[in-house]
T-cell receptor, first 115, second 116 residues
Framework: DTGVSQNPRHKITKRGQNVTFRCDPI?????LYWYRQTLGQGPEFLTY????????KSRLLSDRFSAERPKGSFSTLEIQRTEQGDSAMYLC?????????????FGPGTRLTVL | AQTVTQSQPEMSVQEAETVTLSCTYD???????LFWYKQPPSRQMILVIR??????QNATENRFSVNFQKAAKSFSLKISDSQLGDAAMYFC?????????????FGQGTRLTINP
């Protein structure tokens, strides 16, 4: 099964540290999305890429957050100077955009705990 | 701004029975998609069923069907012949159809428990 993969699956860090998450989309998928899901809530959109271009960023993505997708393949999401409020599940999804429905396929997520 | 509301934080159903999960949404747009996603414990979210707003016919996928009421902005999910494997969080989601509008807007979720 070559679905969306995310690493690490769990990350525990101390407040003020930087963390980086990786997402590997389904091969051939040209769009990649990041969402954040806090406990008991639905996912919230953070940003998305088409190939290597970042096309939209939510206002949830503060200056401490940065996402990249070099070469239009895998993507990284970095959080600098983590805060306890950053504790959440970070979900990645990918899709093949050719117009139409453009179904998003989700990865298992990275659970971040900030102590 | 578009919003999605799921008013049932938790639901339970006996195995083999039918259950309906509610979802309402708010939008001023006329062209959009609606989705139901399933998120099993510690597993990734998967698409259960989808509905294009321009289609009057309700979508059906095996034991899963929707009741789409566009004027009322309601999109409920019916699960027939519930199985133990249906236990999960269920999220209703909305997305515009325009090419530049890719983000999914999710509701808060409904936790479904299946009683054997």
């Amino acid at each position: 099964d070559t679905g969306v993969s995310q690493n690490p699956r769990h990350k525990i860090t101390k407040r003020g540290q930087n963390v980086t998450f990786r997402c590997d989309p389904i091969s051939e998928h040209n769009r990649l999305y990041w969402y954040r899901q806090t406990l008991g809530q639905g996912p919230e959109f953070l940003t998305y890429f088409q190939n290597e271009a970042q096309l939209e960023k939510s206002r949830l993505l503060s200056d401490r957050f940065s996402a990249e997708r070099p070469k239009g393949s895998f993507s990284t999401l970095e959080i600098q100077r983590t805060e306890q409020g950053d504790s959440a599940m970070y979900l990645c999804a990918s899709s093949f955009f050719s117009g139409g429905l453009n179904e998003q396929f989700f990865g298992p997520g990275t659970r971040l705990t900030v102590l | 701004a578009q919003t999605v509301t799921q008013s049932q934080p938790e639901m339970s159903v006996q195995e083999a029975e039918t259950v309906t999960l509610s979802c309402t949404y708010d939008t001023s747009e006329s062209d959009y998609y609606l989705f139901w996603y399933k998120q099993p414990p510690s597993r990734q979210m998967i698409l259960v069923i989808r509905q294009e707003a321009y289609k009057q016919q309700n979508a059906t996928e095996n034991r899963f069907s929707v009741n789409f009421q566009k004027a009322a902005k309601s999109f409920s999910l019916k699960i027939s012949d519930s199985q133990l494997g249906d236990a999960a969080m269920y999220f209703c989601a909305y997305r515009l159809t325009s090419q530049g509008a890719q983000k999914l807007v999710f509701g808060q979720g409904t936790r479904l428990t299946i009683n054997p």
